[in-house]
């Protein structure tokens, strides 16, 4: 049995997905309800981040603590990864030592020449390319709110970015459509894209991907890595704010989202995260509940496979 990593979305199969999902509904409710489960004591999950994060590091490293492991931060800035160590070698080493690995990095590259050499599971806490982490919270809010995602309309205002991938890719594996609205230049990558035609549609412009959405979810117009174009993309971005007069064309029961941090006045009008269609708070929260699931998933993977 090969092993399992979680680089993108697609590591997952629709009906693991799907489980994984309503598994992690149901270790919200036990956790909620202040039921011990500890299945993994003694377990030990790395998590190495080289971009910086609040939402990540803190549902990891509660989530392995409430199934009775433990984690340890690896910073470059620390670690001799910092210092040109080769991702080879490093994940050798590392996974020799840990149970599961987290990685938050810039190229998509770095995380999966980790997992090539890596002998335990290896999650992708964001790369430039991928959000998936981020995707099986979102998902699993929808469905709490809304019941299932198939068939649904989503909208995704702004930057064809790293979220923005991750949607396309549940778009496909969910069956909803999903409408891009990004501004000329900012569109998802076309050789990305090509397979997704059947799923994915892109507009120039905000309306026209908002009309009728059952959601709509933005993100930051400057990623993390593109500081120096914060100022470029305000201008190239000003026409795409989520706005609660952009609400007022979706579906009237359309839920928003954002993965957090925010920028009001920016992606989001001055009160958009406590607008009536709002579940961004539900859908932090839910970065727990989801990754305890997907660890729970990759970590029993793993153990049937010895
Ligand atoms: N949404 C998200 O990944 O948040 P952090 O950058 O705080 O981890
Ligand atoms: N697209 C954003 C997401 C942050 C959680 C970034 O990569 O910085």
């Not at 202040?34 to 971009?51: A, H, S």
């Not at 981020?134 to 995602?149: C, F, K, M, V």
């Not at 026409?239 to 064309?249: D, H, P």
């Amino acid at each position: 049995m090969a092993l399992r990593h979680f680089l993108t979305l697609r590591d997952l199969s629709s009906t693991e997905l799907k489980n994984l999902l309503d598994r992690a509904s149901e270790l919200k409710r036990q956790q909620h309800n202040n039921e011990l489960f500890q299945p993994f004591k003694g377990k030990v999950l790395g998590m190495i981040f080289e971009k910086s994060s609040t939402r990540t590091r803190i549902s990891f490293e509660a989530g392995i603590a409430q199934f009775g492991g433990s984690a340890i931060f690896l910073s470059p800035r620390d670690t001799q990864l910092g210092r040109g160590e080769p991702i080879e070698d490093s994940a050798r080493v590392i996974s020799s030592m840990l149970d599961i690995v987290m990685i938050r990095t810039f190229g998509h590259d770095v995380v999966q020449r980790f997992a090539s050499y890596s002998s335990v599971p290896v999650i992708n806490g964001l790369t430039d390319d991928h959000h998936p982490c981020q995707l099986l919270a979102d998902l699993q809010t929808y469905q709490e709110h809304r019941g299932s995602i198939q068939g649904k309309t989503v909208a995704w205002i702004g930057d064809g970015n790293n979220m923005c991938n991750s949607y396309i890719e549940a778009a496909h594996m969910m069956g909803f459509k999903l409408k891009v609205g990004a501004p000329k230049g900012y569109e998802p990558k076309p050789e990305f894209m090509a397979e997704f035609a059947h799923c994915v549609e892109v507009f120039n412009n905000a309306e026209d991907a908002a009309v009728n959405a059952d959601l709509i979810v933005t993100d930051v117009w400057a990623s993390m890595g593109q500081e120096e174009e914060q100022k470029l993309r305000e201008a190239a971005f000003a026409a795409f704010q989520v706005n609660e007069k952009l609400m007022e064309l979706a579906h009237p029961d359309c839920l928003f989202m954002h993965c957090l941090p925010a920028h009001r006045g920016e992606e989001i009008s001055e009160h958009m995260l406590d607008h009536k269609s709002s579940v961004v708070w539900d859908e932090a929260e839910n970065r727990l509940h989801a990754q305890k699931a997907l660890m729970e998933f990759l970590l029993n993977e793993n153990l049937k496979r010895s």
